[in-house]
C-alpha cells in the first residue's frame, strides 16, 4: 500500500518505490516546498513521512528513506522548514524515529541514520534549528537515542555523532541549548555548544552523554551590566571511545557563567579498551577539562570538577591499565567572598597512572578562595595551585592526595606532591594546606606506609617553604613526617629527607613553627634527614623552631636493631 496526500502542493514532490509483500509508505505534505522519497524491498515494511507548512518559499523539508529486508520501521515528522532528514536500514526488524520541527531563520535540522544488521533502533528527536545528529550502527541489537533542543533565539549548537558496532551497543545523547530573549534593550544570556561523540565497538558496550548549556537572565538598559543578571551557557565537548565488552562510560557536561558569552567550556574524552571498565565524569560551570584511558578489565575512574564565575581551572588526567584498578579524581575551584572583598580560586592539576592489579588512587584538590580572619573580620583570600602525580605499578597499592588551602604571599604559593609505589599493598598519604608544600614520596617493596602532612599560614607574606623527600625499599616501613608553618609572619623552610631500606624500619618526623606566643618571625630552617640501612631502625625526629633560631638533625643508622630520637625546641 502506498498514499501519498499533496494538499497546497506547491513544488511538492514525492517518489515511493516498493517491492516485496505488505510493505507500506504514507506521506502527507502540505503547503509546498516538500521533497520526499522512499523505497522499500522486502517484507512487511513500513515507512510513514509527514511534512507540514515551511514558513517561508526559501525553507524547505527534505526526507529520504531507504529500506531493505524484513518488518523494517521509519517514521519521520518533519515541520516548519530548513529539515532535512535521512534514513538507510539494511537487515531484519530495524526501526528508525526522526522528529523534526521548529527551524528559524537560517537554523537547520539535519539527521542521518544508517542501520545495518539484527533489530537496531536509533530515535533522534531535534526541535528549534542548529541541530546535527548523525547515527551509523553495525550489528546487532544496537540502539542509539539522540535527543536535540534549542530555543528561537540566542542558542548555541547542537552537534551529536554516533558510531556503534558489535551487538548490543547502548549510546544515548542528550544536548539542550537554550538561551533567554532579549527584551527591549535588555539583551538575554546566549546558550553555548553541545558537541558529542560516541565511537563503540564490541559488545554490549554502554555510552550515556548529557549536556547542558542554558542561558539565563538578563542586563541592565542598553546591554549595561548595571542591574545584570544575565548568564551565559558554558560549551561542552565530550566524545567516547569504546573498545571491548560491556563497558560503561557516563558524561554529564552543564553550567553558566556570568554575562552574555562566555569562552569557558567541559572538555572530556573516554577512551575503553577491554572488558567492564567503567568511567564516570561530572564537569560544571566550565574551565574543565579531563581525559580518561583504560586499558584491561574491571577498572573504575570516577572524575568531577566543579567551578564557578571566579574559580580557576580543573585539569585530570587519569591512565589505568591491568585489572580492578580504582582512580577518582575531585577537583574544585571557586571564589571566595568576605566582609568587604571578594578573592578568586587557583587552578587544580592531577595525573593518575596506574599499571597492575587492585590498585586504588584518591586526590581531592580544592583550588577555592577561602574566609580568614584578620583582626577578627572575615577576609576573603585567594586559592592556591593544587600540582597532583600518582604512579602505581604492581598490586593492591593505595594512594591518598588531599590539597587544598589559600594564601596572601608576596610570592606565588602551590602545593605539589608527587607519589610513586611499585610493588605490592604500599601506603601513601599526603595533605597539603595553603601553599608552599612540596613532597615527593617513593615506595618499592611490601607493605610501606609513608604519611606526609605540610601546613603553611594563609596570611602569611613573607616567602615559606614545606619540602619533604620519602624514600622507601624493602618490607614494612613506615615514615611518618609532619610540617607546619603557623606563624603568620613566618619566613624559612622545613626541609625533611627520609629513606629507609631493609624491613621493619620506622622514622617520624615533626618540624613546625607554630608554637611561638605572639607573633614572631622565624628566620632560618628546621633541616633534618634521616637514612636507616638494615633491620628494624626506629628514627624519631622533633623539632619546634623559635625567633631566629634554626635547628638542624641528621640521623643515619647501618645495621640491626638501631633506636635514635631527637628533640630539639
Request: charged residues 10%; without cysteine; hydrophobic residues 30%.
Amino acid at each position: 500500500m502506498a498514499t501519498t496526500s499533496l494538499a497546497s502542493a506547491a513544488s511538492n514532490e514525492s517518489f515511493i518505490g516498493q517491492i516485496g509483500d505488505t510493505n507500506v509508505a504514507l506521506v502527507g505534505q502540505t503547503n509546498g516546498n516538500n521533497s520526499q522519497g522512499t523505497v522499500q524491498v522486502g517484507k512487511k515494511n513500513n515507512a510513514v513521512t509527514s511534512q507540514t507548512n515551511p514558513v517561508s518559499p526559501a525553507n524547505s523539508n527534505k526526507s529520504g528513506t531507504g529500506q531493505f529486508g524484513i518488518r523494517n520501521d521509519s517514521l519521520a515528522i518533519q515541520d516548519g522548514g530548513n529539515n532535512t532528514q535521512g534514513t538507510l536500514q539494511f537487515g531484519v526488524e530495524n526501526k528508525s524515529v526522526t522528529t523534526q520541527q521548529s527551524a528559524t531563520g537560517n537554523k537547520t535540522n539535519n539527521s542521518g541514520t544508517l542501520q545495518f544488521g539484527y533489530q537496531n533502533q536509533s530515535t533522534s528527536a531535534q526541535i528549534g534549528g542548529n541541530n546535527d545528529a548523525t547515527t551509523v550502527q553495525g550489528g546487532g541489537k544496537n540502539t542509539s537515542t539522540t535527543g536535540q533542543l534549542t530555543s528561537a533565539t540566542n542558542s548555541g549548537k547542537n552537534d551529536a555523532t554516533t558510531a556503534q558496532f558489535g551487538w548490543d551497543n547502548i549510546s544515548v545523547t542528550s544536548q539542550t541549548s537554550k538561551g533567554q530573549a532579549n527584551s527591549g534593550t535588555r539583551n538575554g544570556g546566549t546558550g553555548g555548544d553541545n558537541n558529542s561523540g560516541v565511537l563503540q565497538s564490541g559488545y554490549n558496550n554502554t555510552a550515556l552523554v548529557t549536556q547542558n548549556s542554558v542561558g539565563t537572565g538578563l542586563t541592565g538598559n542598553n546591554g549595561s551590566n548595571n542591574g545584570s543578571t544575565a548568564r551565559a551557557g558554558v560549551d561542552n565537548n565530550s566524545a567516547v571511545v569504546q573498545f571491548g565488552g560491556k563497558n560503561l562510560a557516563t558524561v554529564t557536561q552543564d553550567g553558566t557563567r556570568k554575562g552574555t558569552t562566555t569562552t569557558a567550556s567541559n572538555d572530556s574524552f573516554v577512551g575503553q579498551f577491554g572488558w567492564q571498565n567503567t568511567a564516570t565524569v561530572a564537569q560544571i560551570n566550565g574551565n574543565n577539562s579531563q581525559g580518561t584511558l583504560q586499558f584491561g578489565n574491571f577498572n573504575k575512574a570516577t572524575t568531577g570538577q566543579l567551578t564557578d564565575d571566579k574559580g580557576g581551572n580543573n585539569g585530570a588526567f587519569t591512565l589505568q591499565a591491568g585489572i580492578g584498578n580504582e582512580a577518582t579524581t575531585s577537583q574544585t575551584s571557586k571564589g571566595s567572598s568576605g566582609w568587604f572583598n571578594s578573592a578568586s580560586g587557583a587552578d587544580n592539576s592531577a595525573a593518575t597512572l596506574q599499571f597492575g592489579k587492585g590498585n586504588k588512587a584518591q586526590t581531592n584538590q580544592d583550588a577555592s578562595g577561602i574566609v580568614a580572619s584578620v583582626f577578627g573580620i572575615p577576609t576573603a583570600v585567594g586559592g592556591v595551585d593544587n600540582n597532583a602525580l600518582t604512579l602505581q605499578v604492581g598490586k593492591g597499592n593505595i594512594a591518598t592526595t588531599t590539597q587544598f588551602g589559600g594564601s596572601v604571599s608576596l610570592l606565588p604559593q602551590s602545593n605539589d606532591s608527587a607519589t610513586a609505589q611499585f610493588g605490592v599493598q604500599n601506603i601513601a598519604t599526603v595533605a597539603q594546606v595553603n601553599g608552599g608544600n612540596v613532597q615527593g614520596t617513593i615506595q618499592a617493596g611490601y607493605k610501606n606506609n609513608a604519611t606526609t602532612g605540610q601546613s603553611t599560614n594563609a596570611l602569611g607574606l613573607l616567602p615559606k617553604q614545606n619540602a619533604a623527600m620519602t624514600i622507601q625499599a624493602g618490607a614494612y616501613n613506615t615514615a611518618v613526617t609532619s610540617q607546619s608553618i603557623a606563624n603568620p609572619l613566618s619566613a624559612g623552610v622545613n626541609g625533611s629527607l627520609t629513606a629507609q631500606f631493609g624491613k621493619g624500619n620506622l622514622a617520624t618526623v615533626t618540624q613546625a613553627d607554630g608554637g611561638q606566643t605572639g607573633l614572631q618571625p622565624m628566620i632560618g630552617a628546621n633541616l633534618q634527614a634521616t637514612v636507616q640501612v638494615g633491620v628494624n631502625n626506629v628514627a624519631t625526629t622533633t623539632q619546634l623552631a623559635s625567633t631566629s633560631v634554626s635547628n638542624t638533625s641528621v640521623t643515619a643508622q647501618f645495621g640491626v636493631g638501631n633506636h635514635a630520637t631527637v628533640v630539639q625546641k
